[in-house]
């Protein structure tokens, strides 16, 4: 998942940089680029996909993002409705609640924030423990030596699993106390 922003030049009215960061941005507002004044917006998040040129050769994630911006291409895909900055994220929460923000953005925000954070915010309720492992395992990935949450991730699964397991075998004894097949 990237935070992407966007840097809209007033004078020229077009999208001059793409930004791009794995956790939301400080601030925002507008900036100066080459003397000119330019506003950044938040265009949301993005999952991670292959990244290319518009002619298909690989390139970085802000390059893929400005070519296809510049030239209208529909082809930026999977971008998800979200603030870009941890204001916004908290405005956005403050207003809609957890379902304000895209439960693949919550979970990516829960996996590279720290966690007092991520509990004060409340970012966390409702989001499948299998979403967690899988933005773990990119973040992982991605940063080798930031430490894993997989195993605790997998422990809470394992618990669940378990409970889930005890009932069914407590609703099935239950059944057959009474009688029923």
């Given at each position: 998942?990237?935070?992407?922003?966007v840097?809209?030049?007033?004078?020229?009215?077009?999208?001059?940089?793409?930004?791009?960061?794995?956790?939301?941005?400080?601030?925002?507002?507008?900036?100066?680029?080459?003397?000119?004044?330019?506003?950044?917006?938040d265009?949301?998040?993005?999952?991670?996909?292959?990244?290319?040129?518009?002619?298909?050769?690989?390139?970085?994630?802000?390059?893929?993002?400005l070519?296809?911006?510049?030239?209208?291409?529909?082809?930026?895909?999977?971008?998800?409705?979200?603030?870009?900055?941890?204001?916004?994220?908290?405005?956005?929460?403050?207003?809609?609640?957890?379902?304000?923000?895209?439960?693949?953005v919550?979970?990516?925000l829960?996996?590279?924030?720290?966690?007092?954070?991520?509990?004060?915010?409340?970012?966390?309720?409702?989001?499948p423990?299998?979403?967690?492992?899988?933005c773990?395992?990119?973040?992982?990935?991605?940063?080798?030596?930031?430490?894993?949450r997989?195993?605790?991730f997998?422990?809470?699964?394992?618990?669940?699993?378990?409970?889930?397991?005890?009932?069914?075998?407590?609703?099935?004894?239950?059944?057959?106390?009474?009688?029923?097949?």
């Amino acid at each position: 998942m990237r935070f992407v922003r966007v840097v809209v030049s007033q004078t020229q009215n077009r999208v001059v940089a793409v930004l791009e960061q794995d956790t939301p941005f400080n601030g925002g507002g507008y900036v100066t680029i080459a003397g000119e004044e330019c506003e950044t917006q938040d265009l949301g998040v993005v999952e991670d996909q292959s990244w290319t040129r518009l002619d298909g050769t690989p390139c970085g994630v802000t390059r893929h993002l400005l070519e296809r911006l510049e030239s209208g291409s529909p082809d930026v895909r999977r971008i998800h409705d979200a603030p870009c900055t941890m204001d916004g994220i908290k405005a956005r929460l403050r207003e809609r609640g957890p379902a304000g923000i895209p439960i693949k953005v919550r979970a990516w925000l829960a996996t590279v924030l720290p966690a007092d954070q991520v509990a004060a915010m409340g970012l966390a309720r409702g989001i499948p423990v299998a979403a967690l492992k899988s933005c773990d395992a990119i973040r992982a990935a991605r940063d080798p030596d930031g430490g894993s949450r997989r195993l605790y991730f997998e422990r809470i699964t394992h618990r669940q699993s378990e409970r889930r397991a005890a009932k069914s075998l407590a609703r099935r004894r239950a059944a057959a106390a009474k009688g029923k097949p």
